[in-house]
């Protein structure tokens, strides 16, 4: 059974910081994996989708790498925004025959102090 | 091209009643996926359909939940004799296949009393 790990569950930092989001799976046998923004009270926004042949992806500010080896996938947010606070969740896609489903971490609320 | 489209934002149902989401997946999308976010937990996926047929219902339970995603019309989570731990975000998602992009609506909310 697929596990997605998301650790810390909070983040505080000040703006115009580099950070890094950690994201880990327990089965490396994935699709795909994508890493989403839940603004509190919304839906989720999808940031960016790594498939498993890919080693990573950006968008503008966001690069998102995946080492399925390991596990692993970070997502890396530069010169960060109070905007940017916000829960970000990452999620492996699985597909086996016809069945196609995301797992999802709980995510990583992240605080940018102005 | 509207996105995933969920209807209602908010749904209040006392204990017993029935409680019926609607899910219209962005144009070209024939894959709807259903999940659910407690509070406090991350999302959970519970079914997996296309157009007239449940692909992949291991999320659901057992009991008092049904999906279906007709050929015309918007796919519908249906809850029955809701009790108060079905009080819970609900989101659908969407894509062109089963192993490409999913985009998600803003989900309902789901509170019961």
């Known amino acids: 059974k697929q596990e997605v790990t998301q650790i810390p569950a909070a983040l505080s930092v000040p703006e115009g910081e580099n950070l890094v989001l950690n994201c880990s799976f327990t089965?490396?046998?994935?699709?795909?994996l994508q890493w989403f923004r839940q603004d509190p009270g919304k839906g989720l926004t999808s940031l960016l989708l790594?498939?498993?042949?890919?080693r990573e992806q950006t968008s503008g500010r966001l690069n998102a790498s995946l080492d399925k080896s390991s596990g692993r996938s970070t997502l890396y947010i530069a010169a960060s925004q109070p905007g940017d606070s916000a829960t970000y969740l990452c999620?492996?896609?699985?597909?086996?025959?016809?069945?196609?489903?995301?797992?999802f971490g709980k995510g990583i609320t992240l605080s940018v102090r102005p | 091209n509207a996105g995933v489209m969920q209807n209602p934002r908010h749904l209040v149902r006392r204990r017993g009643q029935e409680a019926r989401l609607r899910c219209s997946p962005m144009?070209?999308?024939?894959?709807v996926y259903w999940y659910r976010q407690l509070p406090e937990e991350g999302l959970k996926f519970m079914v997996y359909?296309?157009?007239?047929?449940?692909?992949?219902e291991s999320g659901m339970p057992k009991e008092r939940f049904s999906a279906e995603f007709p050929k015309e019309g918007p796919s519908i989570l249906r809850i029955q004799q809701v009790v108060r731990g079905d009080s819970a975000a609900y989101f659908c998602?969407?894509?062109?296949?089963?192993?490409?992009?999913?985009?998600f609506g803003q989900g309902t909310r789901l509170t019961v009393v």
């Open positions: 999620a492996v896609g699985e597909t086996t025959g016809a069945n196609s489903k995301l797992t």
């Open positions: 089965d490396s046998a994935i699709y795909n």
């Open positions: 359909l296309q157009k007239e047929n449940i692909i992949d």
């Open positions: 998602a969407s894509s062109t296949q089963g192993n490409t992009e999913a985009f």
């Open positions: 790594i498939q498993s042949s890919q």
């Open positions: 144009k070209g999308h024939s894959h």
